[in-house]
């Protein structure tokens, strides 16, 4: 096994990591790099395979979904029907944000605005005020219609703002204020000038940053996201605030424990879905057959059929990672009465009789022995009865697979705000988990 990595090294590249990821598209790119500096190599959705025995591969799925895996140095016998040991843990890449509209310029009197729409569910107000900048992929004509040319885009420095109403002409906004999607988070991006076209000139801005023609441009799909920068703080600096915690955190433990772990029998892997904020049900999604499809071509070019397949389906295990609601300090009333999570008490194993979260007993166990073994803090987490929790994308690719699957995540606070927090150890112990789970 490789050696352990301190906590603040964890914390480092957990950073270049969330500053990397400002879309999925460019979580998947980063996460390709990492892959590929621990020697993985990439393979094709639809192409061939030849593997080889103790092989590292890796397969980007429509830009914004990766799956990875290590294969054991003793491939099986052509037609062997035994169990090949199967462990694989999941995690998403989507976050809850702003996402432009076609035809996005609105203008105002001379302000020219952004037409956008609400992705997942984020907290509104906490992207008011915000130095907000675009990131995702535009696509051309080419000649071959079949074929559009793809880029991917990232303005680095901050374009937009989404302002405040002053306290002055809004006397009730401390007692609380709704907000409308489409009237009051339109971003500002410009004073229109003569030199401006008010009616396109977004898609003249975006037309300069790829050097393509405007007509040339077919489509695009581009995120707004948080420029801030991830941040350490706490007396000793304990803490960790950044946008994106939820889900980076989990595809970071994911990366980290498929990379350093010492699988050396059966298969390892790792999926990084896009789409759970908006409900999994998408072709790159928890909540589509692309896990299993993967899998079974794997199976069939290692030689193996189907039933090969399924046994090790229902004969394996995954781990599913989310983040999880750490006891908020101002609203303690919030949390269960008993299974509350403090920041900083380790990772949580999440339970829920709803299912929400893919946990039983039996394999619960699992996970609970691996961290006593490996001195890894963690606490198990329940909501309040009264109050519905979210979900994971753990039940939804359980019921997919019908393997047996664990939710477990780091604690954090002010979930799908645009700046979120956690405690440093919590991610050290998660990643550290997903270390010995595949070992």
């Not at 199967?86 to 702003?98: E, K, V």
């Not at 988070?185 to 076209?197: F, H, K, N």
């Not at 889900?247 to 970071?252: L, P």
């Not at 909540?287 to 794997?298: A, G, H, N």
């Amino acid at each position: 096994m490789n050696q352990p990595i301190s906590a603040s090294a964890r914390i480092e590249r957990l950073c270049h990591t969330l500053e990397a990821s400002v879309s999925p598209y460019h979580c998947i790119q980063e996460a390709s790099r990492q892959l590929q500096e621990a020697s993985f190599a990439p393979l094709s959705l639809t192409e061939s395979w030849e593997l080889a025995p103790g092989g590292r591969y890796f397969i980007n799925a429509f830009d914004s979904t990766l799956l990875a895996f290590t294969l054991p140095q003793k491939l099986p016998a052509s037609g062997d029907t035994a169990p090949l040991r199967l462990r694989l843990a999941a995690a998403h890449t989507d976050w809850p944000c702003l996402k432009l509209k076609p035809s996005p310029e609105v203008s105002t009197g001379r302000y020219g605005k952004l037409n956008v729409e609400v992705y997942g569910g984020p907290i509104l107000n906490t992207w008011l005020d915000r130095p907000l900048s675009m990131a995702g992929k535009v696509c051309r004509m080419t000649e071959d219609p079949f074929h559009p040319e793809v880029r991917f885009l990232n303005h680095p420095q901050p374009l937009f703002t989404i302002p405040n109403l002053a306290i002055h002409m809004n006397r009730e906004v401390n007692k609380g204020v709704e907000y409308n999607p489409q009237k009051d988070m339109l971003p500002l991006a410009s004073i229109l000038t003569e030199e401006l076209d008010r009616d396109h000139f977004f898609l003249n801005f975006l037309a300069r940053e790829t050097g393509w023609a405007p007509e040339e441009i077919l489509d695009y799909e581009i995120y707004l996201y948080n420029t801030d920068a991830p941040q350490r703080l706490g007396l000793q600096g304990e803490f960790l605030s950044a946008p994106r915690l939820d889900n980076v955190t989990s595809v970071q433990a994911c990366l980290s424990g498929l990379m350093e772990g010492s699988c050396q029998e059966g298969i390892c892997g790792i999926i990084l879905y896009d789409n759970e904020e908006v409900g999994s049900f998408t072709k790159q999604g928890a909540d589509s057959m692309l896990l299993e499809r993967v899998l079974e071509k794997l199976f069939l070019s290692l030689g193996l059929d189907r039933q090969a397949l399924l046994n090790s389906l229902m004969g394996g295990l995954m781990l599913s990672l989310d983040v999880a609601h750490a006891m908020h300090p101002n609203h303690p009333e919030k949390c269960d009465i008993k299974n509350q999570i403090v920041m900083g008490d380790g990772l949580a194993i999440k339970l829920a009789a709803s299912q929400a979260y893919a946990t039983d007993a039996s394999f619960a166990s699992i996970i609970e022995g691996l961290c006593r073994k490996n001195h890894i803090p963690f606490r198990k987490f329940s909501n309040r009865s009264d109050i519905r929790g979210g979900s994971t994308l753990g039940s939804i690719s359980a019921a997919q697979l019908n393997m047996p699957t664990v939710d477990a995540g780091v604690p954090i606070l002010a979930m799908h705000s645009s700046r979120e927090l956690l405690h440093v150890n919590d991610q050290a112990a998660l990643e550290e988990l997903a270390r010995a789970f595949f070992s």
